[in-house]
């Protein structure tokens, strides 16, 4: 009888014990959650429906440049194209905002090539590039990052996902996907691309 008590006893401590384990899970779930939407709310000030009101169809290059550009969907279809495959967007709190099977992009390298950074000889590399949102959400790369590192080799300007334009995220974005979280420098509704030289 004495086991049989005892049997009941660890029953019933290990099923308390997995109920609070799965309290725990879930709360720290929702914290994620709650923790991602902040960080969202921080980046990008404004709430979801407003989102079509900060849709830009044109891309303007300009700073430090010889060629200043205005990009467009069609004008990014005569560059380079690459097709990217399967990539994730995760933000700085380590949570997946978005699984990706197929996209479509320019190198930003391409881009800026074609712009023709101002320097003054091959010496001259220092400058910085900022992606600008429509919401000025901003992501910044250095010359070298971009020029003299493997990152640079996956910096894109895409313009289609799974087959279809990207529509409420405006029509081009720039994704960095060597970042180990992809997400603090995926510029949605992209305005402009500043080349600016360190003084």
């Known amino acids: 009888m004495r086991q049989v008590i005892k ?26 959650e709650t923790s991602q939407a902040i960080s969202e709310k921080e980046n ?3 709430d979801d429906k407003d989102d079509l009101k900060y849709v830009s169809r044109e891309v303007q290059v300009k700073g430090d440049i010889v060629n200043p550009l205005t990009l467009t969907v ?17 933000c ?18 391409d881009i800026l090539d074609k712009a023709k950074i101002a320097q ?3 010496k001259d590399r220092n400058f910085y590039i900022v992606a600008r949102a429509a919401d000025d959400y901003k992501a910044t790369f250095s010359w070298a990052e971009l020029f003299n590192n493997p990152t640079g080799e996956k910096v894109y300007v895409v313009f289609e996902q799974n087959g279809e334009p990207l529509k409420k995220k405006g029509e ?17 509704w992209l305005k402009s691309i500043e080349v600016t030289r360190v003084k």
């Open 7 to 32: 049997f009941i006893a660890v029953l019933m401590i290990t099923f308390i014990m997995m109920q609070c384990t799965k309290s725990e899970t879930a709360q720290a779930e929702k914290q994620a």
């Open 44 to 46: 990008h000030k404004h």
């Open 74 to 90: 069609d004008s990014l279809k005569k560059m380079n194209v690459k097709e990217l495959r399967d990539f994730k967007i995760v």
């Open 92 to 109: 700085q709190s380590g949570l997946t905002k978005d699984s990706i099977e197929s996209t479509k992009g320019v190198l930003l390298t």
């Open 120 to 122: 003054k000889d091959h």
């Open 172 to 188: 081009m974005i720039v994704v960095s996907l060597s970042d180990i979280k992809t997400g603090p420098r995926h510029v949605k």
